[in-house]
Structures are given as structure tokens and as C-alpha cells.
């Protein structure tokens, strides 16, 4: 069982972009699933991020706050700012500019970290990120999106950040509490988690281009382009910022892999819960899930390849 989860986990990027394709060519089995199927399926994979976070995980935060600051500042700055000007540039719709603006103003994913510990990065900091830009995407997600686009459409900054803590913090607090007081069923279940929500993740991505499928079949290479060019970007400018800062190689890695890869599965939920009049709203988040998994896995292998403490 443990080398089947194995499998899943280390070629989860092959895998989504296998469960997206399908999907595009045959929508009909996915298709008949609600997209209000996304928000649980979110939250059993935030409920996985509680349940593998550890005390040490929180105490990093305060053993490194510069190194916290660094990351969260590069992490809410860069990915929103180059949304915003990828959808200028490319003069996207309101639907794709909205999806475009959401995955750039959510926080790091959960695949960032297993990405981080294959390309050698210090994982501490990867999962310090990830932790603190989780607990503060309820407040910065809304205001960031009501900031970049408020002038595309009405924004409803509260009820976003509402549903920010019942499909993301809620279910986190839930795995937490599990950790807590039924160790025992943690410990046993811990080792399958990644590839677990690997799987979520296939379905939430199946689900998203299903129901899009004829749309992005038309005319879905722009916002490839635009998907793309978003996620790269965010890896680059995030390891120029650790090597302008002169910081160690791995700190370099961690915080270029945490501003790339964001949590798509959030942006794609919002997209449905909140901006349902624009449909094609929620296909950058699916298209961002399948993307980010196959270029983090070339970035790992090229990053593992350099000398372990070398500088940027």
C-alpha cells in the first residue's frame, strides 16, 4: 500500500495533468459531479495539512521571523502584482482575469512543501510559509482581491474571508484537534496523506475542466500561456528575491517554490462560491493545479542537482 502511495506522490504531476485531460475529452463522467463538490473536497485536503503539522511547524515561525517575513511579504506581493499585470498584458476577459487575479492572491499550496524536500530546499521555512500564509489568507486573500479586482466586478471582501475559514481554517483547526487527542489514528494514517490529497486534488482539477471542457477546447491556449507564464514567473522572482537578500540555497529554493506554487484548489473554490456569474472564473485555479505540479517536479530535480549549502 505504502509503494502505491509512493507512486502517487512522486508522480502527481503526471497524474493531474492525466485526470485533466480526460476530463477535456471526456467530460461526461466528471461532468454529472456538482462544482459544489469543491469546497468539501477542499477541506478533506486541509483537514490532511492539520493532521500532518506539528508543534515544531509554529515554532519555526517564531524561531525565524525574518525568515518569515521575507517569505510572506514576497509571497502576497509578487504572484498578485504579476496577476495583474499578465491580465493587462494579455487583455483576458473578466472570467479569466478574475481567475487569474484569485490564484494570485491565495496563499502557498501543500504541494509546495513535498516539492521543497525533493529539491532540497530547507523545509522548515517551505512549511512555515505555508502555515503562516494559510492563517492569513483570510484577512489579505479578500483585501487583495478586492484591491487587484474590485474595478472588474463587485467583491464581497467579508464573505469571501468567511469562506476562507470554513473551507481552509476550520478544516485545519479540525486536523489539529484530531493530532491532539487521537494520536494513535494520526500516526497510523499520516504516511498516505500526500498521496491522498494528491487524488483530491485529480478529482477537484477533473471536476473544473469537466464542466469547461468545451470552452477550453475553443480557445484554452491564452490562459495556458497565461497560467504558465504566472507560475514561472512567481518561481523566478522568488529565488531572485533570496539571492538579492543574499540568503543560503535552500532558503533560496524554499521561498522560489513557495511564491510559485499557489493553493489553486482556494482559488478555483472562491471562483464558484463567489463569482458564479463568470464560469470561466474557476479554470485558471484548475489549469494553475495541473501546471504547477509538472514544472515543480522539472524545478525540484534541477534545484537537487546543485551542491547542498552552496549560496545563490
Not at 482575469?97 to 501543500?110: D, E, M, R, S
Not at 471562483?271 to 463568470?278: G, I, K, T
Request: aromatic fraction near 8%; include cysteine.
Amino acid at each position: 500500500m505504502k509503494k502505491i502511495c509512493n507512486f502517487i506522490t512522486r508522480n502527481m504531476g503526471v497524474l493531474v495533468l492525466a485526470a485533466a485531460l480526460f476530463s477535456l475529452f471526456f467530460p461526461q463522467l466528471l461532468g454529472a459531479v456538482s462544482t459544489k463538490a469543491i469546497n468539501p473536497l477542499l477541506g478533506v485536503i486541509m483537514f490532511g495539512m492539520g493532521l500532518t503539522l506539528s508543534a515544531e511547524d509554529f515554532k519555526v515561525v517564531f524561531r525565524r521571523p525574518k525568515d518569515m517575513l521575507i517569505g510572506c511579504l514576497a509571497q502576497f506581493t509578487i504572484m498578485p502584482l504579476l496577476a495583474w499585470l499578465l491580465v493587462r498584458m494579455f487583455a483576458l476577459s473578466e472570467g479569466l482575469a478574475i481567475g487569474v487575479i484569485l490564484v494570485g492572491c491565495c496563499p502557498g499550496g501543500t504541494a509546495s512543501n513535498v516539492i521543497t524536500y525533493l529539491a532540497k530546499g530547507d523545509l522548515a521555512l517551505s512549511v512555515g510559509m505555508t502555515t503562516v500564509s494559510t492563517i492569513l489568507a483570510p484577512l489579505l486573500t479578500p483585501l487583495l482581491v478586492w484591491v487587484f479586482a474590485g474595478t472588474l466586478t463587485q467583491v464581497d471582501a467579508p464573505a469571501m474571508l468567511l469562506s476562507i475559514v470554513y473551507v481552509v481554517i476550520a478544516p485545519i483547526v479540525c486536523g489539529l484537534l484530531c493530532q491532539k487527542y487521537l494520536p494513535r489514528l494520526t500516526k497510523s494514517v499520516v504516511d498516505y496523506l500526500p498521496s491522498f490529497s494528491s487524488l483530491m486534488i485529480m478529482f477537484v482539477v477533473g471536476i473544473i475542466i469537466s464542466h469547461n471542457a468545451e470552452k477550453l477546447l475553443a480557445g484554452g491556449l491564452m490562459i495556458i500561456i497565461v497560467v504558465a507564464l504566472h507560475n514561472l514567473g512567481g518561481l523566478l522572482i522568488g529565488y531572485l528575491v533570496g539571492r538579492i537578500l543574499r540568503l543560503p540555497r535552500a532558503k533560496c529554493t524554499a521561498i522560489s517554490i513557495e511564491v510559485g506554487m499557489q493553493n489553486s484548489g482556494l482559488a478555483s473554490s472562491l471562483a464558484v462560491m463567489h463569482f458564479a456569474v463568470f464560469p470561466l472564473a474557476a479554470i485558471p485555479g484548475a489549469i494553475f493545479s495541473v501546471w504547477h505540479n509538472i514544472s515543480g517536479s522539472i524545478v525540484a530535480r534541477l534545484f537537487s542537482r546543485r551542491l547542498e549549502g552552496k549560496s545563490c
